[in-house]
């Protein structure tokens, strides 16, 4: 019953800013990567983001300078966009490796929440 839920999507002008917030829940034992991922409608779902247990992170070309990923606490991830463009319209997922009470490593996968930068 490990999940992740995300939150903080909504509707911003271009140029805005906007914080995402990922948080773990379930029978967690550690979390490794965390990562921010997006998707249009009809389009592949991309890379946006991602930091390491250590703090590493790793960012697309096109948000690097503007969006900043972070590890709020142990279970919880976010990502700040700045300078927010019509492109980055899209559902932003939120990704995550997680061992589970069980010792069990797996890759889980936000619902999403839904980022909308009118022009």
């Not at 592949?44 to 250590?54: F, G, H, L, N, P």
């Not at 590890?71 to 966009?81: A, G, P």
């Not at 069980?102 to 930068?117: A, K, S």
């Amino acid at each position: 019953q490990v999940h992740l839920v995300e939150s903080g999507g909504g509707l911003v002008q271009a140029g805005g800013s906007l914080r995402l917030s990922c948080v773990a829940s379930g029978p967690i034992s550690a979390i490794g990567r965390m990562a921010w991922f997006r998707q249009n409608p009809g389009a592949q779902r991309e890379s946006v983001a991602s930091i390491t247990k250590d703090g590493t992170t790793n960012y697309a070309d096109h948000v690097k300078g503007r969006f900043t990923i972070s590890r709020d606490n142990i279970n919880t991830v976010s990502l700040q966009m700045n300078s927010l463009k019509p492109e980055d319209t899209a559902v932003y997922y939120c990704n995550a490796d997680i061992i589970d009470n069980r010792e069990l490593m797996n890759n889980y996968w936000g619902q999403g929440t839904q980022v909308t930068v009118s022009s």
